[in-house]
């Protein structure tokens, strides 16, 4: 299994100016493509975790190249 990095832009929902950039290292089959439906009930888990939250984005990436187009 390889590391993949989860990064996710999570929103208040009291107050939705306010944005922050999260970053989760998740455990993958190999490929970004899996990392997409892998981190599915990941995020639905974390979202449950956090009721005054919302994710308005996400995506993966490799660890090291969040700064480069993929």
């Known amino acids: 299994m390889n590391a993949v990095l989860l ?12 944005c922050s950039e999260k970053q989760f290292l998740l455990e993958s089959n190999g490929s970004l493509k899996s990392c997409v439906m892998e981190a599915q009930p990941y995020l639905a888990a974390w979202i449950g975790e956090h009721p005054n939250e919302r994710i308005a984005s996400w995506r993966c990436a490799w660890p090291g190249s969040e700064g480069r187009s993929l």
């Not at 990064?7 to 306010?18: D, K, M």
Request: proline share 8%; with cysteine; glycine share 8%.
């Open 7 to 18: 990064i996710v832009l999570v929103c208040s929902i009291v107050n939705p100016g306010v």
